[in-house]
């Protein structure tokens, strides 16, 4: 069974530091790129970054620069560090992992990061 599993989220001021996990089942993590995703109130799901078996990442245009994803592969962890965060970042972080086909099957419950001005 799949399972991924945020930690991580709260309240945090702005212009502070965040760092979000997410664990996931060895036959997922050892075999797949992840990503993390983000939804606010009454706007759609967004890629925020992803990270592929190799390490290679990639980040949305509004976070390069203050946002880095990792992993580790001893943890069957990934992580999400956020930095220099703006109110705008407030949303649901979801983690997931994407399949051999390039679409995201599996998804943790999500944690909340809320950031205050």
């Known amino acids: 069974q799949v399972q991924l599993v945020e930690s991580g989220g709260g309240l945090v001021q702005a212009g502070g530091p965040l760092r979000l996990s997410c664990a996931a089942s060895?036959?997922?993590?050892?075999?797949?790129?992840m990503g993390w995703y983000r939804q606010a109130p009454g706007n759609q799901r967004e890629l925020v970054a992803t990270?592929?078996?190799?390490?290679?990442?990639n980040y949305a245009d509004s976070v390069k620069g203050r946002f880095s994803v990792s992993r580790d592969n001893a943890k069957n962890t990934v992580y999400l560090q956020m930095n220099s965060l703006k109110p705008e970042d407030t949303a649901v972080y979801y983690c997931?992992?994407?399949?051999?086909?390039?679409?995201?099957?599996?998804w943790g419950q999500g944690t909340q990061v809320t950031v205050s001005s």
């Open positions: 060895g036959s997922i993590f050892s075999r797949n790129a």
């Open positions: 997931a992992a994407r399949n051999v086909y390039g679409s995201w099957p599996y």
């Open positions: 990270i592929t078996l190799d390490g290679s990442t």
